[in-house]
């Protein structure tokens, strides 16, 4: 069964270092997504693509993350520098296309924890 | 401000007995609405979906029901078994403002513990 793809599964760091989350979707998945989801509270949207292009990063924290999909298939998330407020789950999905109500698939989540 | 609220932090139902977990929502602009499942350690998982268009959705022992006129949906367990233990969160579905793409925000989840 096709799975999205999240690595790593686990990233301990120190505030104010660089870190980086990589996705790959399903295949033929045009559609991606990067959520947070902090503890006890549900996924918030960070970045969505449709193909290589950025369909709305408005929720991101420009100052200090970003993140790209320069062929259209794989995602990098970068946080740099990164604070103690950082630590959550960083979980990607895709979908066919963006504009259907189809169902999003995840990714099993890279779990950030700053020190 | 939260667009999506499940109120109910937790439940606890007895193995067999029904699970009813409650979503509300304030933005008239979602019209698709999906729970999903999540276990510690992995990503959420689809569980059901229901279009605005309709009032009632099933799929084996999972039922959604959704009051347009309320803005609040719900999901039924029948029965509730142990596996089903996990947390549930609603999220409902809208055209962005570009009109080419969906956005899906999330409820805070509820954890669902299913007794033996």
């Known amino acids: 069964e096709a799975e999205v793809a999240q690595s790593p599964r686990y990233k301990i760091t120190e505030k104010s270092q660089a870190v980086a989350f990589w996705c790959d979707p399903i295949s033929g998945h045009a559609t991606l997504y990067w959520y947070r989801q902090i503890l006890g509270q549900g996924p918030e949207l960070l970045v969505q693509f449709q193909d290589e292009s950025v369909v709305d990063d408005s929720q991101l924290p420009k100052d200090r993350f970003s993140a790209e999909r320069l062929k259209g298939v794989d995602s990098t998330l970068k946080i740099q520098p990164a604070e103690l407020g950082d630590s959550a789950m960083y979980l990607c999905?895709?979908?066919?296309?963006?504009?259907?109500?189809?169902?999003?698939?995840f990714g099993e989540g890279s779990r950030l924890t700053v020190l | 401000d939260q667009q999506v609220k499940q109120n109910s932090p937790s439940l606890s139902v007895q193995e067999g007995r029904i699970s009813i977990l409650n979503c509300d929502y304030t933005n008239s602009m979602f019209d698709y609405f999906l729970w999903y499942k999540k276990y510690p350690a992995e990503g959420p998982t689809f569980l059901i979906s229901i279009s605005s268009i309709k009032d009632k959705n099933e799929d084996g022992r999972f039922t959604v029901f959704l009051n347009k006129s309320a803005k609040h949906l719900s999901l039924h367990i029948v029965p509730s078994q142990p596996g089903d233990s996990a947390v549930y969160f609603c999220?409902?579905?809208?055209?962005?403002?570009?009109?080419?793409?969906?956005?899906?925000?999330f409820g805070s989840g509820t954890q669902l513990t299913v007794l033996p």
């Open positions: 999220a409902a579905s809208a055209l962005i403002s570009s009109g080419s793409a969906r956005q899906l925000t």
């Open positions: 999905a895709s979908r066919l296309t963006s504009g259907n109500t189809g169902e999003l698939f």
